[in-house]
């Protein structure tokens, strides 16, 4: 699940992500919107905070489908 989904279902801002997982808003504006990834520790308190909703894999780009 992507971390602005699970946001989304939870009703909660990055504000308040940045709480539950120790960083500012601006980096969880930038993660939720794609433009950065998570380190893998703050990948892991996000992990830890969504109850394993959200994982590292779902960092990753999509795979490109085969030509």
């Known amino acids: 699940m992507k971390l602005s989904a699970w946001m989304s279902l939870q009703k909660i801002d990055d504000d308040e992500m940045g709480n539950l997982v ?3 808003r601006v980096t969880i504006s ?3 919107r794609g ?3 998570p380190s893998w520790a703050l990948a892991g ?3 830890a905070a969504t109850d ?3 994982t590292a894999d779902d ?3 999509a795979p490109q ?3």
């Open 35 to 37: 433009l950065n990834r």
């Open 30 to 32: 930038r993660i939720r």
């Open 45 to 47: 308190r996000i992990k």
């Open 59 to 61: 960092f990753l780009p």
């Open 65 to 67: 489908e085969a030509s």
């Open 22 to 24: 120790q960083a500012d």
């Open 52 to 54: 394993g909703a959200v």
